[in-house]
Structure formats: structure tokens, C-alpha cells
């Protein structure tokens, strides 16, 4: 069951400009949502986590903004670098032992 | 600090044979997830070891098991391979307090590949 989707499988974006990149789930359980970014044959790296009891995390560069009522999260990068090109993976997890995943979005960052 | 690093790095098994992938753990992590990453899709939660004991498990068949040793590396193990189950395999740590985790590191992967 495909409890967090991502539904673009891709996002072009320019140099400077921001990337949005957006992430849905199902399941009303999930309490704890990170954005992973992954490089080709490395392991994913976290990049910023919510809480679902807040609405908005900040990290530099990094924006995570999480509605409850549309079950639905949302990664701003702000200006877009070409290093940012990467997959990106939205994961959600409720008591933490169990983190469902994404099928991810590929972002890539044109100078 | 050492990151989480995992052996080998690929592998070439035949179906029906046995596997087993080695994680060890970053410096300091108690805690250890292994995930399974089909091309194209997200990793799938197959099971979290905390303290050497299992602290949830995915949906997965019990033919995948298995280890965490007292100083936090890891094991998976997978019984009688199928061709599904050609994947990469991630390993992640992270410091639990009773298995709760937030951020995991997780390793490159292993490529296995089912012929």
C-alpha cells in the first residue's frame, strides 16, 4: 500500500529559482516527516524532518511546510543550486519503527 | 566518526540460494533499519534492530531475518532468493531511545541481483 507519494517523478528548475517538490500520504497516523536527498550509488541523507505538531521547519535553504488537513508536505529550496540536483524522498513514520518512503522525485538544477 | 558502511557492495546470487548483507553501524548508534529499494520506487521498511533485539518489522516474509550484535552492526539474511527480490539494500543507524528514532544514516547499499 502506497501510504506517501510523490507524484512528480521529476522537477527541471533553473539556477537561482526556487524548487518546490511535494509529498502526499494517507495514512493520518504518521507524527514525523523528513525529506531525504539521494546521489547516484550513495545512500539517502537526511536533509530536514517536521513534527506534525508544527507546520513549518527552516533549515538555511531548506523550507518543510506540512498541512494536516490536506495530508500533504512540501520541500522549498531557496535559491536552487546545481549541487541540489538529486533524488529527493519525502518518508513519513509513526512511533519512528516503521518509515514509509516515496518513490521519489528527481530534481535537477540547470546552471 | 565512521558513517554507516555496508558488504559488498554488489552481489550475484541464483534463485533459491541464501544471502547474507553486513551493516556496520555509525559510531554511537544503537539503532539499525534495513531497507529494501526496488528500481524506480522508495526503500521499503523490511526491519529495525534496537539493543540486538527486533523493534518492528515491515511486511515482509520471514525468509528475510535478522542480527543485531553488541556492538550495534548488522545482519540481513535472506533464505531461498527469488528473482523479486533483486534490489539495493540500505542499511541505516541512528541513536533510538527505546527504538524511537528521528534522523537515520544510512549506508551506499548493497546491489543484489537474482539470476
Known amino acids: 500500500d502506497q501510504q506517501v507519494k510523490q507524484n512528480s517523478p521529476s522537477l527541471s528548475v533553473q539556477e537561482g529559482r526556487i524548487s518546490i517538490l511535494n509529498c502526499d500520504y494517507t495514512?493520518?497516523?504518521?507524527?514525523?516527516f523528513l525529506w531525504y536527498k539521494k546521489y547516484p550509488a550513495e545512500g539517502p541523507t537526511f536533509l530536514i524532518s517536521?513534527?506534525?505538531?508544527?507546520d513549518k521547519n527552516e533549515d538555511g535553504r531548506f523550507t518543510v511546510f506540512l498541512n494536516k488537513s490536506a495530508k500533504h508536505l512540501s520541500l522549498h529550496i531557496v535559491p536552487s543550486q546545481p549541487g541540489d540536483s538529486a533524488v529527493y524522498f519525502c518518508?513519513?513514520?509513526?512511533?519512528?519503527?516503521?518509515?514509509?518512503f516515496g518513490a521519489g522525485t528527481r530534481l535537477t538544477v540547470k546552471p | 566518526e565512521t558513517g554507516v558502511t555496508q558488504s559488498p557492495t554488489h552481489l550475484i546470487k541464483t534463485r533459491g540460494q541464501q544471502v547474507t548483507l553486513r551493516c556496520s553501524s555509525q559510531?554511537?548508534?544503537?539503532?539499525v533499519s534495513w531497507y529494501q529499494q526496488a528500481l524506480g520506487q522508495g526503500p521499503q521498511f523490511i526491519f529495525q534492530?534496537?539493543?540486538?533485539?527486533?523493534?518492528g518489522r515491515g511486511n515482509f516474509p520471514p525468509r528475510f531475518s535478522g542480527l543485531q550484535f553488541p556492538n550495534y552492526s548488522s545482519e540481513l539474511n535472506v533464505n531461498a532468493l527469488e528473482l523479486d527480490d533483486s534490489a539495493l539494500y540500505l542499511c541505516?543507524?541512528?541513536?533510538?531511545?527505546?527504538?524511537?528514532?528521528?534522523?537515520?544514516?544510512f549506508g551506499p547499499g548493497t546491489r543484489l541481483t537474482v539470476t
Open positions: 534492530y534496537y539493543r540486538e533485539e527486533e523493534n
Open positions: 517536521i513534527s506534525s505538531i508544527k
Open positions: 541505516a543507524s541512528s541513536l533510538g531511545d527505546r527504538g524511537i528514532v528521528r534522523e537515520q544514516y
Open positions: 559510531s554511537g548508534h544503537n539503532t
Open positions: 518518508a513519513a513514520s509513526h512511533n519512528n519503527n516503521d518509515m514509509r
Open positions: 495514512n493520518s497516523m504518521f507524527d514525523y
